[in-house]
């Protein structure tokens, strides 16, 4: 039995990831243009664009973008442009005297937001958060799984680029932004659509 997944289903398990990940303050969805970036937004956040959907013989593609950043410090009081410790080897950090123009921990936030976009992506490829709960026991009576293949689950296929991208408002944002489609099952049962049956379509 084919369970159809709504939109709805598909927006609220994208914002449920990033509810749950440890290193997302915030989540929104819509245009990215209505995100107050200045003033009410806590910080890294993750952000879901619609872009469309399409057809497939018996699924539907949910395509969105996801937008990850946080916003970058800068200190006045900075002299040094320094490398956390453990860059690029295990040790104390590491201090640039010839980099230029970056008293910032520009390069970091970028670094920590593209780890948050490989983790999402790694969850929605391989993971048990992307499926339903199963009920069905396994053999000898064990505990049910949350893994069943047989459950009604999302897909994401495919290889992903995330670009880099900086927004100026009173503080720098940076981070990354990528396209991702979720694949969902979907049975286009016309027997049940809500549509009186009394006469054909042609005439």
């Not at 490989?118 to 490829?125: A, E, H, K, P, V």
């Amino acid at each position: 039995m084919v369970n159809n997944k709504t939109y709805n289903n598909v927006v609220n398990t994208l914002l449920h990831i990033g509810e749950k990940y440890y290193g997302i303050q915030t989540t929104s969805v819509g245009d990215i243009f209505d995100v107050d970036l200045e003033k009410n937004t806590k910080f890294p956040l993750l952000h879901i664009t619609p872009t469309n959907v399409a057809t497939g013989d018996s699924t539907l593609t949910y395509n969105f973008q996801i937008f990850v950043m946080s916003m970058v410090t800068e200190e006045s009081n900075w002299t040094e442009n320094r490398a956390p410790a453990g860059t690029p080897t295990p040790g104390p950090a590491t201090t640039f005297t010839k980099l230029y123009k970056t008293l910032s921990n520009e390069q970091t936030v970028y670094s920590e937001m593209l780890q948050v976009c490989t983790d999402y992506i790694s969850i929605l490829r391989h993971s048990i958060q992307q499926s339903e709960f199963s009920s069905v026991p396994t053999p000898g009576g064990a505990a049910p799984q949350y893994n069943n293949i047989n459950q009604p689950i999302y897909f994401t296929e495919g290889q992903f680029t995330m670009e880099p991208f900086a927004e100026r408002f009173d503080n720098l944002c940076v981070g990354w932004v990528f396209n991702i489609g979720l694949l969902v099952q979907n049975n286009f049962d016309a027997c049940n659509a809500p549509i009186s049956n009394s006469r054909g379509a042609g005439y």
